[in-house]
């Protein structure tokens, strides 16, 4: 399922003209490795588990690798044009601040790109599945809505997004793009 996500996020992503991209909790970094291989933009994986990233480093070694906190990132202001973080949400003790920290390292038109597990209108799961304990918390932010306020609490708009479904077991997931949101514009989302 991961892998497949992954592959869904890095066909999603516009890289025309990306530079450099972090991909924010990335665990083995597939989202990374699951992106074309041309062009020369710098390619930035972050997470927490030095484990993780171990077998990221092993798998792409083009890339860099830094063991960090989302919360807490150890970059310059506007150092990437994308920002990207795949089912990791509902794991960031604030969520809130993560994305103000990612916002803060974006270039000026720069963009972020979140995967998140879908959830049905009133935020509950449509089915039951197997995330144990953090069931609740895995659809936080699944929802349109859910996702389009979390935009704005970072100065963001959702911009643009699809519908992702593995068959097996049947997840579905949200795959939403953030844009930085110019003053006076019409708030609501125009995905």
């Known amino acids: 399922m991961h892998r497949g996500l992954a592959a869904a996020v890095a066909g ?12 924010v909790a990335t665990g083995t970094g597939l989202v990374l490795r699951s992106l074309p291989v041309e062009g020369t933009r710098r390619l930035v ?12 480093r092993s798998a792409l070694p083009a890339a860099q690798f830094v063991r960090a906190d989302a919360q807490a990132l150890p970059f310059p202001t506007a150092t990437f044009d994308l920002v990207t ?33 879908r959830a049905d209108a009133t935020g509950a799961r449509p089915a039951p599945g197997a995330h144990g304990p953090l069931t609740a918390r895995h659809f ?37 793009e953030f844009v930085v949101d110019a003053p006076g514009r019409n708030r609501e989302h125009d995905a």
Request: charged content about 20%; glycine content about 6%; hydrophobic content about 55%.
């Open 45 to 56: 994986g972050v997470d927490v588990s030095e484990g993780m990233l171990a077998v990221a």
């Open 12 to 23: 999603f992503v516009r890289l025309s003209d990306i530079e450099a991209m972090l991909d």
């Open 140 to 176: 936080a932010f699944g929802t349109l809505d859910a996702l389009a306020d979390f935009a704005r609490a970072g100065g963001m708009r959702l911009s643009r997004h699809i519908t992702w479904t593995h068959p097996e077991p049947h997840d579905e997931c949200l795959i939403a």
């Open 85 to 117: 973080c795949v089912t990791a949400l509902h794991l960031f003790a604030d969520p809130i601040a993560a994305l103000l920290e990612w916002r803060r390292v974006l270039r000026e038109s720069g963009r972020v790109v979140v995967a998140v597990f």
